[in-house]
């Protein structure tokens, strides 16, 4: 099925399958195992679901890592395409929930094609890792092949020429841009406390079309075929998460989400704060967990705080204000659950009582504490 048609390309879903063909010439820059690197004699690029995100026998992970190039092979020709001189990109990503994007400036247009999960490998650049390579494998520290939970693929169509260091650059730019979005989703990291930039196994393809005019240098934030680029990808890959992990601005609306990288989850939340409480208010704030996690004044209240130990574990700010900043911003998650805010002194001064800390688990209780806090005077 034709799903697009632009300057030079045509773009088609078939089954599990989406596939650009180049109507003319382009050059290509990609992540692709089989004719990848930069190349000027590819006919087309291709993303292929090849399992179901999670719990799928995956055998045929295991032909991909010991032979990329049967691989790509098989997928084209089920799809009846010739194999040759085509990029694929592999992804569990579904298909269907394929993010289209477009922009235009002065005749330039930039064309983005995403699919993504990240629910369950979403990583930050320097999470501790537990993958090498040997011998031309990917080997995990078990020995064993890794399987990817989750992937953000995205094909980028440009309908200028650019040159070589140019089309460098442009992954520069995707990738930032890829990591501006997550930021924006408050996506956190699956593999340490941090928040995520991307995930584990993403991939890139970007095409540029050989027109002959002088090309293109530079792909860069200042350039407007950087914004351009970044546009694209923030839009498309907000799209198909939203798709394929309902994954939106809204949905992140919730004081347990901020808190989730720290290791905390719905039942461990609720237990804490309820171990607080006495039995009258336990069953009560039990109850009522998703409307109070997910009141707006109460997330805002929980983000600065989560924003403001991250601002010191980073060394903006010195551990030594952290029991001021701690008990204020503390006090603040209290009155936004309690809703006395005349009351937000005496709350200050309670939680400066408590004990303190960025490490995970007192920063948590912490949290918990000033979330029971503020609920012990809710109705009262």
Sequence with gaps: MLIGKYDGIEIHRKEKFIYINFLVQHRVISTCSVYGGLRDDLEGIANHQLCEPLGHDRKGLEIIAESPANYLTSVFKKYGLSPEKRALLGTAANMNYAAVESQEYQGLKVVAISTGGVKKNAGRAGDPANIYEKDGKFISEKNEVDEPHGTINTIIIINKELTDGAMV????????????????????????????????????????????????????????????????????????????????????????????????????????????????????????????????????????????????????????????????????????????????????????????????????????????????????
């Design 169 to 380: 650059r442009s992954v520069v730019t995707a990738s930032e841009a890829k990591a501006a979005t997550l930021q924006e989703l408050a996506v956190h990291s699956c593999y340490s406390s941090g928040m995520a930039t991307g995930t584990g196994t993403d991939q890139v393809g970007i095409a540029s079309m050989l027109t002959g005019e002088i090309p293109l240098t530079g792909a860069g934030k200042h350039t407007k075929l950087g914004e351009l680029i970044a546009l694209t990808v923030i839009k498309s890959v907000k799209k198909t998460l939203s798709l394929q992990d309902s994954l939106t601005s809204q949905s992140q609306r919730s004081a347990i989400i901020h808190l989730e990288r720290f290791g905390m989850d719905k039942k461990s939340m609720t237990e804490k704060i309820c171990s607080f409480l006495d039995k009258e208010k336990f069953e009560l704030y039990e109850n009522n967990f998703v409307a109070i996690d997910r009141d707006s004044v109460t997330v805002a209240a929980t983000a600065a705080l989560v924003h403001l130990r991250d601002k010191i574990e980073w060394g903006i700010l010195p551990e030594n204000c952290l029991p001021e900043i701690f008990s204020s911003y503390g006090a603040q998650i209290s009155s936004s659950i309690s809703g006395k805010f005349e009351r937000i002194g005496y709350y200050r001064e309670s939680l400066s009582r408590e004990r303190m800390g960025i490490c995970n688990h007192e920063f948590t209780n912490f949290i918990c504490k000033s979330f029971a806090l503020g609920f012990s005077e809710k109705w009262e």
